[in-house]
């Protein structure tokens, strides 16, 4: 047998690669002309024939010099240059530039893959700027993982959090010595009138303190002093969109007097509209006046109506507070049994009790979609073995004249991130029209679901997401392609041989992995539609059908007692009784299935 080993050295000569490699391709190509010799000769040539027809290809093609050019002008990171084996990120530029132009050459595959991550991507970023909003955007309120919710338990007849009464709120209030502060407020409407149109407003009755104990500072104007907490005190703070859009955002409106409920009250101040408070019900406070409690309501332990906030003094943790307020529960069932027997106290977390119900349907959300982007990883991922597959050769070429594995793994991997980046960027435009569809199945009573947007924590995590998503299908390709018998892979069929069937094997891993985790989103979604019908044909015990509900909030100046408003009632309901097509007539507190206590 010939010794190619001193003709391919020549060859090599002006390539001054290291002593390793250069003996490495050498040992390597002599081998791969060894056995085209021996084809060719067991195909019936002889043995001076065949040498003789290997060296004339050899000679005609020139095939180590011309294939180094030609991989030079494509890819001259490629060679080995003395001095910077084992730098990753050298060339880095030649490496985007490179990329690029291959991706541009295959428009077919680059479409594809691109459509796929942008689908998963997208779909990541848009629920991530939900959860980003709801679950970890912190509330608008100085310090707010201070304050707490306080509620009374009131298990035994059925309310775990009930709302607490005005007189056992003053006493939480006068007893408790881990609060800096500790306010009130409760639900009201009211009317507006004598500025345009008239309108109905939501609003709150406050404790002076509330604003201090949030750290919310008015845009305008002062919030609520000391002394204006006292029956018969008359102001009132607008919400910053009420002021604009029936005060024009003028700055005089402090100490104007606004007609509310036929009285008239005094602005005094101005706050943001970011002032949400944790409620049952509306979340868009419009208006709010002191609490101001009346000496016979101060009295009251049988009346639940109030939600209370306070904050927590620094050095004091959660279950602190939890056990001083059980000993101030205990010691007002000792006091007033006839009205607090059993009745205990919950703190809770203000941030809790605000998205805690949203937490958990937002956080499988999230898992769902990043289920949908692993499937595009595993899509994408065989795309790029199959791609590899056809490139073998070239790649196999590219390490017999020098290249270093780890620097084609390396480009390999910029070419997978450079196109999970494009599809980030097309996937952050899906996200971004797909919030606008997404907003709108969310109720409006949700804390902060309107400063749901695309923000710079969003746009981080999309980068993280393409990033950590482009080496994720990235890899196992990049690593199968460039790591191969670098002696078969030369020989004619060689494709076919190990490398290809370790290829197969994977790319039918990674469909079963599809498929897997398709199925599992299919049973997922198969229980939720299956949840959503039940609950559909659920029987509430009652017939809601042919039925009309009317909210009505009598003003405390005509009707001030309760007397006056069962007479109202009682006279509402008779004359409703008499109108065409009414069955049958009835007044209730609360409606039924409506949030009372988590009752």
């Known amino acids: 047998m010939p010794d190619f080993k001193a003709e391919i050295r020549a060859r090599l000569a002006e390539l001054r690669l290291p002593p390793v490699r250069e003996a490495e391709i050498v040992e390597e190509f002599s081998q791969h002309l060894t ?16 040498r003789q027809a290997i060296f004339q290809d050899l000679n005609a093609s020139e095939l180590l010099n011309r294939e180094l050019k030609r991989v030079e002008r494509r890819a001259p990171a490629n060679a080995v240059i003395p001095g910077r084996e084992g730098k990753l990120f050298a060339d880095l530029g030649q490496d985007l530039r490179f990329g690029l132009r291959t991706l541009i050459k295959n428009p077919g595959f680059t479409i594809v893959a691109v459509i796929a991550l942008a689908l998963g991507i997208g779909a990541n970023s848009a629920i991530f700027s939900v959860v980003n909003a709801i679950l970890l955007r912190p509330l608008p309120y100085k310090s707010p993982d201070q304050l707490v ?3 009374e338990n009131a298990t035994h007849l059925g309310f775990p959090k009930d709302t607490p009464s005005p007189a056992n709120f003053l006493d939480w209030r006068k007893q408790s010595t881990v609060f800096e502060g500790m306010a009130a407020f409760a639900e009201r409407s009211f009317n507006l009138t004598g500025v345009g149109e008239p309108e109905r407003l939501d609003g709150r009755r406050v404790s002076a303190n509330l604003f201090d104990v949030l750290g919310v500072k008015p845009i305008i104007g002062r919030t609520f002093v000391a002394q204006e907490d006292q029956p018969g005190t008359k102001v009132v703070l607008l919400n910053e969109s009420l002021w604009k859009r029936r005060f024009g955002g003028d700055p005089a409106v402090i100490g104007r007097a606004v007609n509310l409920n036929g009285e008239p009250y005094t602005v005094v101040g101005v706050l943001p509209p970011t002032v949400r408070l944790p409620t049952s019900g509306n979340w868009r406070d419009q208006v709010w006046v002191p609490l101001a409690f009346p000496s ?3 009295a009251s332990r049988g009346a639940h109506y109030l939600e209370v906030i306070a904050r927590m003094k620094p050095a004091v943790t959660l279950p602190k507070a939890q056990a001083e307020m059980d000993t101030i529960a205990a010691r007002l069932a000792q006091q007033y049994p006839a009205t607090n027997t059993r009745i205990g106290a919950v703190v809770k977390p203000l941030h809790e009790e605000i998205v805690g119900k949203m937490k958990s349907p937002l956080l499988i959300l999230l898992g769902a979609v990043a289920f949908v982007l692993l499937i595009a990883c595993a899509n994408v991922a065989n795309l790029l073995l199959a791609r590899a597959a056809v490139r073998q ?21 910029v070419e997978s991130v450079l196109l999970s980046l494009v599809g980030g960027v097309v996937g952050l435009g899906l996200a971004y029209f797909g919030l606008n569809v997404l907003t709108r199945f969310i109720p409006h009573d949700v804390a902060q ?3 749901i947007t695309i923000d710079a924590k969003v746009l981080l995590f ?15 390709p990049a690593s199968q392609a460039s790591h191969f018998n670098l002696n078969e892979t030369l020989k004619e069929g060689g494709r076919d041989s190990g490398a290809g069937a370790r290829g ?20 997922g979604a198969g229980l939720l539609i299956n949840s959503f019908v039940h609950l559909r044909n659920l029987d509430p015990g009652f017939r809601a059908d042919h039925l ?20 109202f009632f009682a006279e509402v309901a008779r004359r409703v009784q008499t109108l065409p097509g009414v069955r049958s007539v009835a007044v209730a507190g609360n409606l039924p299935l409506t949030i009372n206590g988590d009752s």
């Open 504 to 523: 197969k094997r994977l790319r039918n891993s990674l469909v079963i992995a599809e498929v897997a985790i398709s199925f599992i989103l299919l049973v």
């Open 393 to 413: 050769k070239e790649i196999a070429l590219r390490l017999a004249l020098g290249a270093n594995r780890m620097r084609l793994t390396k480009q390999l991997l």
């Open 296 to 298: 016979e309501e101060a």
């Open 449 to 451: 679901a309107d400063t």
């Open 35 to 50: 056995d085209q010799l021996r084809r060719r000769s067991t195909g019936g040539a002889s043995e001076e024939e065949a």
């Open 548 to 567: 009309l509900a009317l909210n009505v909030d009598l003003s405390e100046v005509k009707y001030p007692d309760t007397q006056r408003r069962t007479t």
């Open 149 to 151: 919710v306080l509620w």
């Open 462 to 476: 999309t980068l993280a997401v393409a990033v950590i998503t482009g080496l994720i299908f990235g890899l196992v």
